[in-house]
């Protein structure tokens, strides 16, 4: 039932994505700041982390689960060091997944080969 939940809850982030480029003059650079904005709100808000408990890897992995997590870094960094918090605490706190994003794709740069658009 798990993965279930979390196939409803991140193909109901996807979809919500898929219409915003089909029907808007919105970029995915645009929703992609977007999707981070509305999770920090969502979790300012005490919405997020019950969608986050209900739909698990569904709301974590996504966009919106990035900007979820720095949200509750930043209160907890906000909590322990004060108004410094602030500045550091969403960095901390997404600093594993930023670190093993840019190593993955260094790897994934030296095994392939680029090639020219055509």
Do not use: N, R
């Not at 279930?4 to 808007?24: E, N, P, R, S, Y």
């Not at 920090?40 to 997020?48: F, H, K, P, R, T």
């Not at 966009?63 to 901390?92: C, D, I, N, P, R």
């Amino acid at each position: 039932m798990e993965y279930l939940k979390a196939f409803l809850c991140g193909g109901l982030l996807c979809v919500i994505g898929q219409i915003l480029i089909d029907k808007t003059a919105l970029t995915p650079a645009k929703i992609l700041v977007c999707y981070v904005t509305s999770g920090v709100i969502l979790s300012a808000l005490g919405i997020y982390q019950p969608l986050a408990d209900w739909g698990g890897a569904g709301a974590t992995v996504p966009l919106t689960g990035f900007g979820h997590l720095l949200a509750k870094g930043v209160k907890k960094a906000v909590a322990e060091q004060g108004v410094l918090g602030a500045l550091t605490g969403g960095v901390t706190a997404a600093a594993g997944g930023i670190t093993a994003a840019i190593f993955f794709g260094f790897l994934v740069a030296l095994v392939c080969k680029p090639k020219p658009k055509s």
